[in-house]
């Protein structure tokens, strides 16, 4: 009988004295509880995202953790649906469904990459702490699997965000990524090869450029790591996103060939509409790229938070005018690509350079990959489709150069930190040259992806081949590859 | 009987429906189409890349009417789609063989 159940009075002092006697018999295993003033320094770490110390080690602060898991989810939006309905507009509608396929699919796999090995050899540390060879590109073995990545922080990285939700929030950068590719090679590459692509392109480019720049063992992690040879900084991915799938797309596109019909028949996007739908998401999810690489709820999140605001809003403006002044109207396109481009320059940016600095940045946005995409594309004739090399590699490109020049330790302290000051990117910074070793990541950026990208594309078109078979691409890739029509009247 | 085939702009199609239905027209056929006669396209830029794009959405109609009908449906339809522009569109007659209504079996100008 389920009805009141009595509870004597008595129980009660006689269950307190149970859980003191526990307490007390557990008290003898554990380490002296922490003084009070161990305890409040504790908790204002907690609010100045400082090291806990012991008083509050292995405990994720709620605050940034919570961030963060925000954050994580808004980079994966920017893919699903954010970049599957930006480019899926800019296609023809019988070439709609391959787009979402590519973004799906490589959000799969990448996820299975990641856990598997891909996170260990980007954040891992135990190639460098042998002295392995391996260690000049890849992190470690100890994170194999995500063995060990679990609610305490990884303190290497942040001080109050769970080891677990660092690894996820980096695993939808490391998704997204590739998926810029698509853009450049929409409406002609076989699903089974942009799969096989992927996978060579993760392990081999994606996955030491990430290291080199993130890990807390890269070599060119100029803000973290004190051995830096490359002292290199770069917020939330200039190089390791951005650079990385621009020169790399532009390389598969040229291998693997024009559309049929480029440049003679009407490739026109099918719908706008869809477009812009992805451009607002990317935008908003692109808060959680840039502020969210703070990986805290501080004052540098803020500091991206804006300045990412101000660089898209100012590059949507910038672009279409442009049109407007050149071509007689601005256009959805204009906007769309104004606002991406201005929040791809700020990327490596956003943390590290103020609210004029990103204006700047904007303007130049919305300038120089307008011309990369009208002008460039018409005198040299490669048919990057969707524009990827055009506004993801230039304006990469240029972000990373620019930051080069505009960081400021006034922005973000650590620019002048305990690591920056050891291998001299502090110096850089305060007195100037750190825009040449910005010169030589780029540099290994794009020799890493144009070089890795030769090889593999070429190895997939000797062995299964790149393209789709001619009738399968006039039919369209949506029906033959994924049996499917995008839209049913 | 005659089948007329008109093509007009497509904003005209209210318009021509409710001229037909004031002479004695109750039915037609209404199907959206792409076209040109001597209005010339416009251009659409996408970026970098330019498409000059010929064809021009209309509306074609299709009405059955008696011999008796067809002079006067047709200039209703004259009427209500003219606007004074180039790219009109035009009517076609041509003679109409047989008329069947599916429901009854009728055939014959008693069908239309």
């Known amino acids: ?489 | 009987m005659k089948l007329i085939t008109a093509i007009i702009k497509p904003f005209k199609l209210e318009e021509v429906k409710d001229a037909l239905a004031a002479v004695g027209v109750e039915g037609m056929t209404v199907t959206e189409v792409k076209g040109f006669g001597r209005q010339k396209g416009h251009t659409e830029i996408y970026r970098g890349s330019e498409y000059t794009v010929d064809f021009l959405p209309k509306v074609k109609l299709e009405i059955a009417v008696t011999d008796e009908l067809s002079g006067k449906a047709i200039d209703a339809i004259v009427v209500a789609a003219k606007t004074g522009k180039i790219g009109d569109g035009k009517i076609f007659l041509t003679p109409l063989e047989e008329v069947v209504r599916i429901r009854t079996d009728e055939h014959g100008e008693v069908a239309i």
């Open chain 1, 1 to 489: 009988m389920l009805s009141k159940i009595h509870f004597p009075r008595s129980l009660l002092p006689m269950l307190g004295g149970l859980a003191a006697l526990s307490t007390s018999v557990l008290a003898a295993d554990t380490p002296a509880t922490p003084s009070t003033e161990e305890s409040l320094a504790a908790l204002k770490a907690y609010i100045t995202n400082g090291d806990p110390g012991a008083a509050l080690a292995g405990v994720a602060g709620p605050g940034h953790n919570a961030w963060m898991m925000v954050c994580t989810a808004l980079v994966l939006f920017m893919t699903l649906p954010g970049l599957a309905l930006f480019y899926g507009g800019l296609v023809r509608s019988k070439n709609v469904l391959s787009v979402l396929a590519q973004c799906l699919g490589i959000a799969g796999l990448v996820t299975l990459l990641w856990w598997a090995f891909g996170y260990s050899f980007v954040f891992g540390k135990s190639f460098s702490e042998s002295g392995s060879f391996l260690g000049h590109f890849f992190g470690g073995t100890e994170f194999l699997f995500l063995k060990g990545v679990g609610a305490a922080p990884n303190t290497d990285y942040a001080f109050w965000v769970s080891h677990s939700v660092f690894a996820m929030y980096q695993m939808m950068f490391a998704i997204i990524t590739p998926a810029l590719i698509v853009g450049a090679i929409a409406e002609r590459m076989k699903f089974s090869a942009i799969l096989a692509f992927v996978t060579l392109w993760m392990i081999f480019i994606y996955f030491p450029l990430a290291h080199m720049v993130w890990g807390v063992t890269g070599s060119m992690n100029g803000v973290w790591n004190a051995a830096a040879s490359v002292r290199a900084i770069d917020f939330a991915g200039g190089t390791v996103v951005h650079m990385s799938s621009g020169w790399s797309a532009l390389i598969l596109c040229l291998i693997l060939g024009p559309r049929i019909g480029f440049m003679k028949e009407k490739m026109a996007p099918h719908s706008m509409v869809l477009c812009m739908v992805g451009t607002g998401i990317l935008w908003v999810g692109w808060y959680g790229f840039n502020a969210g690489s703070a990986l805290a709820a501080d004052g540098v999140a803020a500091n991206a938070f804006m300045t990412t605001t101000i660089a898209a809003a100012v590059g949507a403006f910038v672009w279409p005018m442009l049109e407007w002044m050149t071509r007689g109207h601005p256009s959805i396109l204009g906007f769309c690509s104004g606002a991406v481009g201005g929040l791809v320059v700020i990327t490596p940016a956003a943390g590290f350079v103020g609210v004029s600095g990103a204006v700047l940045i904007g303007v130049l946005a919305g300038t120089v990959p307008y011309f990369a995409c009208t002008k460039l594309k018409g005198w040299l004739k490669y048919d990057d489709a969707l524009d990827t090399f055009g506004v993801h590699a230039v304006g990469g490109t240029m972000g990373a150069l620019v930051t080069g020049f505009l960081a400021t330790a006034d922005v973000n302290a650590n620019l002048t930190g305990v690591y920056a000051a050891k291998n001299g990117l502090a110096g850089l910074v305060t007195h100037g040259g750190l825009w040449f070793e910005q010169l030589k990541a780029m540099g290994l950026t794009v020799a890493m992806s144009v070089i890795g990208t030769i090889a593999i594309a070429y190895l997939i078109k000797a062995t299964i081949g790149l393209r789709a078979a001619p009738d399968v691409e006039r039919q369209g890739l949506d029906l033959s590859e994924h049996g499917e029509e995008g839209y049913i009247y």
